[in-house]
């Protein structure tokens, strides 16, 4: 499936069960943060299942907030892309990118 059909039956579904165009972004950022927690169980768990459930379930959220705004999950990816690509830095000790500082 691409991941323009999967955005597609997020939207339907979200909007099948009232949550497109009754929720809101910010309600909907609150429940993305409520499985992101999940997903750090899972994560601490090492619980694969659990880990891609987590995923998911932000991503429906994530794919709610940009219907709610009338934006795409892909326009906000290739923005986000373009802001990064060619970005320098380094990998810090906790495996965390840090870009590089003008100034």
């Known amino acids: 499936m691409s991941w323009n059909i999967a955005e597609l039956n997020v939207i339907r579904w ?6 497109i165009p009754n929720s809101t ?7 993305a943060q409520e499985e992101m927690n999940e997903l750090l169980t899972a994560i601490t768990d ?3 299942a659990g880990i891609i459930d987590g995923v998911g379930d932000i991503l429906v959220c994530l794919i709610n907030v940009c219907a709610l705004e009338d934006v795409s999950m892909t326009q906000c990816l290739e923005a986000a892309y373009q802001e990064i690509k060619d970005r320098k830095g380094y990998m810090n000790s906790d495996g965390i990118f840090v870009k590089e500082t003008n100034g």
């Open 46 to 48: 090492r619980d694969r």
């Open 14 to 19: 979200s909007e099948a069960r009232g949550i």
């Open 25 to 31: 972004s910010l309600a909907q950022h609150k429940k």
